[in-house]
Structures are given as C-alpha cells and as structure tokens.
C-alpha cells in the first residue's frame, strides 16, 4: 500500500482553528507556513515531473541530427512548411502544447489539479514509447504532438499547483527549485543522446530509446507522486472548505513535526478576501483589470518562445554549420547542458530577494550578450563560451516568467489564464522551427542568432515596462 505524503494520522498535531473556516483562513494558513522538509518534499515531486517536459523539449536538439541521418527528417525543405523537414518535428511539440493548454487548461480549474496532472503525466508516457516506433516524418509528428498535448497540460498545471501551495515569501525559490530540476534534463539527455543517438542497440537506432528511456522515467514519477494532496486553494475557491482544512491540518502536522515548534498564527492581508463557488471565465482574462496583463504576457510568450526554443533545438545544427561534425556537435552540446542547471541553482539565492522584473533584465541581458557573442566566434572553447552564457541566461528567464505569471490571476481563473498565454507562447515555439530555418537558408547562423537575440529583448523589455511588482505579496492581495 502506497504511502501518501500527507498522513490521515497527522491530524493530531495540527493547528488548532476556530469552528468557523474561511476561505481566507485556509489562504492565510498556508503563506505562514515555515519552509520545512515537508514543503521542500512536494516541490521536488513536482519538480520531477516537470522534468520530462524538458526531456522532451531538450531532446529535440540531439535526436535530430540522428533523425537527419536516418532519412526521416531533412534540414530545410523546399516550402516553408514542408513536412518532412526537422522545422515540422521542432513545431509538433509546440503546437501539441498550444492544443492541450488551449482545450483543456481549464479542465484543471474545473476538476482540479492533482487529478489533471497526474493523467497528463501518463499519457505522456504512453505517446512517447509510441513515438519511438515510427519510420516516417508524418507518422512520428503525429505522436510528437499528441505527446506535446499531454506536456502542454501537464506544464501549465504545475506551475499553478506549485503558486498556490507554497507561501508567497518562497514562491520565487521554489519555481528556482522547479526549474533546476527541470533543467537537470537537458544534461541528462544531451549524454544520453551523446551516447546513443550515433549507435545501434539491440537492432534499434539509438535516437529511439531515447524516448524509450524518457517514458519510463516519466511512467516511474508518475507512480511516486500518486500521494500528492489536491490544492486547498483550489477546494476553497469551489466551497469545499472542509475538504480544504482538512488537508491543511495534514499538510500543517507534518510542516509542525520538522518545525520543531508551533506554527505562527495566520495573518490574513487586510481586505483579501478568497472567493468562492465561482465560474470559471475566459472572458475574465480580458476585463479592465487583467486586459493589459494580459496582452504584456501574450508579447513576453511568443518572443521568449522564439528566442529560447529558437536556440536550444537549434544549437547543435548552428554548430554544425560553423563546420564541426555530427560527434563534435553533440560533444559541445553536452559541455554546453552542463550549465542548464545553474541558472536556476544560483537564482534560488535572490529569487524572493529581487523584483521578478529585475532578475528578468539581467537574465535577458546575459542571453543576448552570449548570442552576439556566438556570431562573432570560432573555435571550441569560444563557441561553448558563448553557447553556456546563452544557456545560462535561457535557463533563469522561464524561471522567472513561469513564476510571475501565475501570480497575476486570480485561482478560480489561473489554470485557464495561465494556460492561454502559455498555449499562445507555445505557438512561438511552433514558429520558431521555421523562422530559424528560413534564417539559416537566407542568413546564415549570424541571421538566426541576431533573430534570437531580438526576441529575447522584446519578451524582457514587455514585463519590465509595463508589468506589476509582485515580490513578496499574497496571490490573493494581488488579485482583489
């Protein structure tokens, strides 16, 4: 019998509370919350399972020169959106990811959270180990966006499990938690790939069990998280607030037992008022309040998508159009993954020090220095300078972004809102494929970096001119 994190035998030591619960008691108790093994316990599962979404993104880069190898994919086609090119793969995770935070993020504001990311990690696990079967382009596009379909769902879910159950005063360090773990990824199958991708295992090209090996590690976490509790802001926000304070009480005994001491009294924020029993409404998105937060978040996706996914699947072709073979290539891409996960390691330690906007413009900055940088370079040691500063800057900025975003809706509406700019933002990367292949045939690596560093700035100049401060505040201060 498996053991959940949140033990019915705890109740015990809870909290004691009035025989009246609010919706804003369960707010207030959950962001007084200390910081203990408990909280740290869940972010981590969650964090795995965030894992696979970059396993899958990351992926992309290193299986497609063995794609390309095979005959199953080409580098560029005739037409802009030929079918067989690598453009087609690149964009069939993207737009997979568009249509499943599209169509179903607000299942997960109807049905919940718990309940909607634990199938999404499931089928894609299934959709993967499918994939690896194909022998054509359009066949293995077809199962690469229905795997897009599942991450897309999962990513979104995730984010707003993750904003509502951890107190505000840790909120930035633990989406840095989130995204370090995630990015362990992208190492992870860079040596995988390096591995495999130029062999033959067991009759099978190594591109292959790549994806073999990521459904099973996606089927492994997908067992290990079964224990996870529904969000209490959640159950609040639909009236179930017995439900709620129940898994409070579980989730305050445990936080209390490595405590080592009683839990400080809520203080609810003056005038938050948590509301509940309302319909979920995509039309909320674009009232007078959230309009231009909106519309600033729509800009700041599609241009992060572009820049980002532009690079990252990209960057072993870019160097091997600077002449370095298909070992070579993965060889410095590897070197370069290395770095992924000290983006997020290092912004853990200003994370809830710093304005989000502020982490942003220095995070955007390095990227597009390490892009300009690139152009101008040859040579190893140069070249995975560059690419790591690139990569270095890459990996804070949707840190920061996931984590600002999730912030500015309200959680009756945030699996939808969220959900919508992330699907729209997915669309960049979609686009991303082509507009850098387009780049490549007509200008060249320097034409496609110098693409790649315009976005970068349009995505932080959009938060850092027109978005809210956020630091340190109450998600439901900031959604009155």
């Known amino acids: 019998m498996r053991e959940h994190i949140l033990d019915d035998s705890a109740n015990t030591a809870a909290t004691s509370l009035s025989d009246s619960i609010s919706a804003g008691d369960i707010a207030a108790r959950l962001d007084r919350l200390p910081a203990t093994r408990s909280v740290w316990t869940m972010v981590l599962l969650l964090a795995l399972g965030s894992f696979f979404e970059f396993y899958e993104i990351f992926s992309t880069a290193y299986v497609m020169p063995g794609l390309i190898a095979s005959g199953i994919l080409t580098t560029t086609t005739e037409s802009f959106f030929g079918m067989t090119g690598a453009a087609s793969y690149i964009a069939a995770t993207f737009v997979g990811m568009f249509l499943g935070v599209l169509l179903f993020g607000q299942v997960a504001d109807r049905f919940g959270r718990r309940t909607v990311f634990t199938c999404a990690l499931l089928g894609y696990s299934i959709a993967s180990a499918i994939m690896a079967f194909q022998t054509d382009a359009h066949t293995l596009n077809i199962w690469r966006l229905v795997a897009g379909v599942f991450l897309g769902v999962e990513i979104v879910t995730i984010d707003t499990y993750l904003s509502e159950l951890v107190p505000a005063r840790i909120r930035g360090r633990a989406f840095a938690i989130l995204r370090m773990c995630s990015f362990i990824a992208v190492p ?179 990227m597009i220095f390490g892009g300009l940088l690139f152009v101008e370079v040859r040579g190893m040691l140069p070249l995975i300078l560059a690419g790591s500063l690139i990569t270095l800057g890459a990996t804070v900025v949707p840190m920061v972004v996931h984590t600002y975003q999730t912030e500015l809706y309200p959680t009756r509406n945030r699996a939808l809102t969220t959900g919508f700019v992330v699907a729209i933002g997915r669309l960049g990367g979609a686009m991303s494929g082509f507009l850098i292949a387009a780049a490549l045939k007509y200008a060249g690596v320097s034409g496609a970096l110098m693409l790649i560093c315009g976005a970068m700035a349009v995505s932080m100049l959009s938060i850092i001119l027109f978005g809210p401060r956020t630091r340190g505040r109450s998600l439901e201060e900031l959604n009155r």
Not at 204 to 215: K, Q
Not at 316 to 330: A, C, Q, R, Y
Request: hydrophobic residues 45%; aromatic residues 12%; positive net charge.
């Open 188 to 366: 992870m199958v860079a040596l995988i790939a390096y591995l495999l991708v130029p062999t033959t295992l067991l009759g099978y090209e190594g591109w292959r069990w790549v994806f073999w090996i990521g459904s099973c590690g996606a089927l492994f976490i997908w067992f290990l998280r079964r224990g996870l509790p529904e969000s209490p802001r959640w159950l609040a926000s639909h009236g179930r607030l017995k439900e709620a304070d129940a898994v409070l009480r579980q989730l305050e005994a445990r936080v209390q037992t490595h405590y080592g001491k009683a839990l400080p009294k809520p203080t609810p924020t003056q005038g938050v008022v948590l509301k509940t029993r309302e319909q979920v409404s995509f039309t909320e998105i674009w009232s007078r309040h959230y309009r231009g937060r909106t519309l600033m978040l729509l800009l700041c996706q599609v241009a992060m998508g572009i820049a980002l996914f532009g690079f990252s699947n990209w960057m072993p072709t870019f160097l091997v159009e600077h002449g370095i073979g298909l070992t070579k290539s993965l060889e410095y891409g590897l070197i370069i993954s290395c770095v992924t996960p000290l983006g997020p390691l290092v912004a853990f330690f200003f994370a809830d020090r710093i304005e989000r906007k502020w982490q942003l413009l220095v995070a955007g900055s390095l």
